[in-house]
Structure formats: C-alpha cells, structure tokens
C-alpha cells in the first residue's frame, strides 16, 4: 500500500530500549535525533542561540519567509504524531500512557470537562518534545530534502527560513503551504510573510522590511562599526510587543504608591523581574530596552515626590535627584546597567 501523502517520514525504524523511557530522560532519546537548526527546549541551546544565527544569517541572505503555524499546539494531528513517536519506541505502556494522555479531556476554569480531538496541552510537561519531534518530521527533515540551499532557525513552532531572492522565498511559501496541508497543519495567511532585509548594502524597496522573532523586532537600525563611523544594519531588538508587557507589569507593581517603603525594599522585590528582562532583552541592542524601561525612572520620580514633601510640585529637582542617586548606586535597580536613562 502506497504512503499517504506528506507522511513518509513517519514511518517506523529501530526502538530505544523501554528502560530509556522508565525515567522521563525523553529527550535522552530524541535529542540525537533533532536538527541542528532546532533550538526550542533543547539542553545547551538557548533563544539567543537562535537569535544570534538569525542576525548572521539575515546579514548573509537578502530575504526572509518569516512562518507562523496557525494554532499549532492545538492542532497537532494525533494520528500523525504517534507515528513519530512509534518511530522511535514500541513500548507498549509508553504509547499507552501518551494515547491516553493526548485523548484526556481538559478541565475549565468552571469545572465543566471538554472532550479534545487534537492538539497538545501547552504547559504540559512532555508537550514541548512532542511538538518538537512533530515538526522535526513536518518541517526540519523536509526541509533539508527539498530545500538543501534554504537554512532556518526553528524555535518550537516559531521558524524563519532565509532566501536568496524573492522569488526562492514565494516558491518556498506556496510549498509549505502544502507540505503543512498535507500534515494537518496551516500557515497563518496574514502573519506568514516575506520580509526584505534591507540595509546600507541592500537600498532596494518592499513593504515588509520587519519581523518578529522570540520578542525581538528584526529591522533595518543605525548601529556603529569600526572607527566609531554610523551605518544602517538589518539587526534585533525588544519587540514592541515585547515592550509593552514589560511597561503593563510595570504600571501593575504601582510603585509610585509604596510610600510606606524605601527605595532599597523597592528596588529588592523588582529585581528578579528586571535582572530577567535585561538579561533576555538587552542582549542585542540594549538601547533600545533601555528607552522602553525608561518608565521605571519616572514611576521612581513620581515615588520621590510623594515620599518627600520637598519634591512634591518640583519634578525636574526630582529627576536630579534621581539622576544623582544612580551615579552613586548604579546596580541599585538592574535595568541601569543598559546605560544612562534617567532625565
């Protein structure tokens, strides 16, 4: 009997002893197996590790085919994913335990139990490596097949594929429309598009100049090389997206109302959040999260002039104050490490 169509890489091969899986080590199994351009839940690989090779390689190639999966985790095809995973066990209590588990309805938040077709439970614990073996087979090992001279990162189901024209990157898209048609999967028609690297060597015109990639917006940015002389790069930073979830947690902390503590309290319980947000977001292009958590300073000035009667009505005394207070304790607050901000 012939293969249906799309799912040829599904077919079975040699198991993995069911010992392997007794202790939970999946991705002991399935990690040797992954692409090296895969870069989502993977032991020593990180986002940066994707988005370092994205920049590289938008550096390289003039034009990128920016996928968005339309609801993947909650359309994963269970037929189709248990054939991945028969590819590499026949363990019998294995498969049974993930059926199960894929086919176990979800509980609402008002107790009310919902029967499921498809998909995979986001947060889940075994969710991540599923989706990843999925698309290992869907788009990864396709990939390398039909399209060699294309490379890609893939981040779970966020991917990015890097073309050398336009119209490698049209005829790429129309493929994978029906490469993930064939596995039960859908491009999103508005969010999937095609994206013209533009920069000081590359002056051409095209309406997407811009896309997102794990909360980073690659566009064309005045950066500064050799000699200190200026020029325009295709390169990363916060997304604005990205910016405005920190700005909205920020406005959530209401710090300006914490009168009843000090600044140094204040400064202790926002760490862990700052130090995370400049530790992920300040790695390409710090300036630009310095300028979007520039709303920190001035919700400090606004603590200032409540905590203090001889600020209150003087702003900029207190935005000296403030500029004054970093110079001397310029770790008090992680986000100062980003470079001057305050005033």
Known sequence: MPEEPGRSEFRRSPTVSPRWWSNGTWNRILEPVFHRDSYGYRPGRSAHDALVKARQRCWASDWV??????????????????????????????????????RAPVRMPDGELVERERGTPQGAVVSPVLANLFLH?????????????????????????????????????????????ECRLQLHPQKTRIVYCKDANR?????????????????????????????????????????????????RWRMHLRSDLELEEIAKWARPTLTGWVRYYGRFYPSKLREELRTIDAFIVR??????????GHTMAAWEWLRSLRRRNPTLFAHWALGPAAG
């Open 137 to 181: 087979y869907a788009f990864d090992c396709w990939m390398q097949r039909e399209y060699p001279d294309v490379l890609f990162e893939r981040y779970a189901d966020d991917a990015i594929c890097h073309c050398a024209s336009e119209a490698r990157a049209r005829e790429l898209h129309q493929a994978l429309d029906k490469r993930f048609a």
């Open 203 to 251: 002056t051409g015109e095209y309406p997407e100049r811009s896309f997102d990639f794990l909360g980073y917006t690659f566009r064309p940015r005045v950066a500064i090389g050799r000699h200190r002389k200026r020029f325009v790069s295709f390169i990363p930073a916060v997304s604005g997206k990205a910016a405005k979830r920190m700005r909205l947690e920020v406005r």
């Open 303 to 312: 603590w200032v002039s409540r905590k203090y009667k001889r600020f209150r």
């Open 65 to 102: 085919l920016d996928l968005d999966i339309k609801s993947f985790f909650d359309e994963i095809d269970w037929e189709l994913l248990m054939k991945a995973v028969r590819r590499h066990t026949d363990c019998p209590w294995v498969l049974l335990y993930l059926e199960r588990w894929l």
